[in-house]
């Protein structure tokens, strides 16, 4: 029982994160309009040599799953027009 007791106990308030990434290797034309699409959405960034690399983070999965749906179809509205 006292094993027990200790599991349901906090673990010090710390809360898990939740992360997804996305790797966009689409035409360097649309680069710039990709990342302003990342900066409104406060992700990470890696850039690389042919592609960027967005990470996202969220504290359950409902919001990154969200958050990386939306960030999809923004892109797709850019790479469409």
Do not use: Y
Request: negative net charge; proline residues 1%.
């Amino acid at each position: 029982m006292e094993g027990k007791r200790e599991l349901d106990e906090p673990c010090g308030g710390v809360v898990a994160e939740h992360k997804a990434s996305v790797t966009w290797s689409g035409e360097m034309a649309l680069k710039a309009q990709i990342l302003s699409v990342a900066k409104d959405m406060a992700c990470n960034v890696e850039e690389g040599e042919n592609e960027i690399c967005f990470t996202f983070s969220c504290a359950t999965l409902s919001e990154l799953r969200k958050a990386v749906d939306s960030f999809l179809e923004r892109c797709a509205l850019i790479q469409n027009n």
